[in-house]
């Protein structure tokens, strides 16, 4: 099962581009690359998922080198309210998701 | 996104009584659902799979006994805190996903406080 390596927390200023990097040495061919926000006594919630290459949605994007054994969240333009923590998984299917300790992002204003 | 509803939010039982936890995915059918545990600062730990009309697939370390899940129907599935006591004190989240390889969705959590 690959793990996968982060930043234990990061600052930043609301308006600036935050991006957070993923470490996933041993990510395996059939992986997919999957991130999630989590406030405080909340669910995780679904951020953007991908394979390769760049995937971009209404929230975030996802950067993907060739090699796949890393992966960079990027939030453009973050605000207060993008304070949380911010999981990497990496997986094949939803069975053998393993949580890491996560990236704690505080947004200051 | 689909809907992970997840009941109650927050619940406070005395110790040595036990505690319903409900999981429902309300716009689609979860054939496989996961109960996790979260202690404060640390990340999810998954306890089980549970699987609709089979028994639930435990982690290591996770009392079969204690932890009764129940998987009824495709859009719902149940955990129980039997026998509680103020160390099964946590936060508890659902997921569902409509397949193996599609993302989760999680429900809201439930603190569960036993004194």
């Not at chain 1, 998922?49 to 969240?73: H, M």
């Not at chain 2, 110790?15 to 936890?21: A, E, N, Q, R, W």
């Not at chain 2, 495709?74 to 039997?82: G, K, R």
């Not at chain 2, 996903?97 to 969705?105: C, L, N, P, Y």
């Amino acid at each position: 099962l690959a793990k996968t390596t982060q930043p234990i927390s990061m600052d930043s200023y609301e308006g600036q581009e935050v991006n957070i990097t993923c470490s996933h040495n041993n990510i395996a061919t059939n992986d997919y690359i999957t991130w999630y926000q989590q406030f405080p006594s909340q669910g995780p919630r679904f951020i953007i998922q991908g394979y390769k290459t760049k995937v971009t949605n209404e929230v975030a994007s996802l950067f993907i080198p060739a090699d796949r054994k890393s992966s960079t969240l990027s939030l453009p333009r973050v605000s207060l309210s993008d304070t949380a923590v911010y999981y990497c998984l990496v997986g094949d299917s939803n069975y053998q998701l393993i949580w890491g300790a996560g990236t704690k992002l505080i947004i200051k204003p | 996104g689909a809907v992970v509803s997840q009941h109650p939010s927050r619940v406070i039982c005395k110790s040595g009584t036990s505690v319903k936890i409900e999981c429902r995915s309300l716009d689609f059918q979860a054939t496989t659902m996961f109960w996790y545990r979260q202690f404060p600062k640390q990340s999810l730990m998954l306890m089980a799979t549970s699987n609709e009309g089979s028994k639930a697939t435990y982690e290591q370390g996770v009392e079969k006994d204690k932890f009764l899940i129940n998987h009824a129907s495709l859009t719902l599935s149940t955990l129980t805190v039997t026998s509680a006591h103020p160390e099964d004190s946590s936060f508890y989240i659902c997921s569902a996903s409509i397949r193996e390889d599609t993302e989760a969705f999680f429900g809201q959590g439930t603190r569960l406080t036993v004194v």
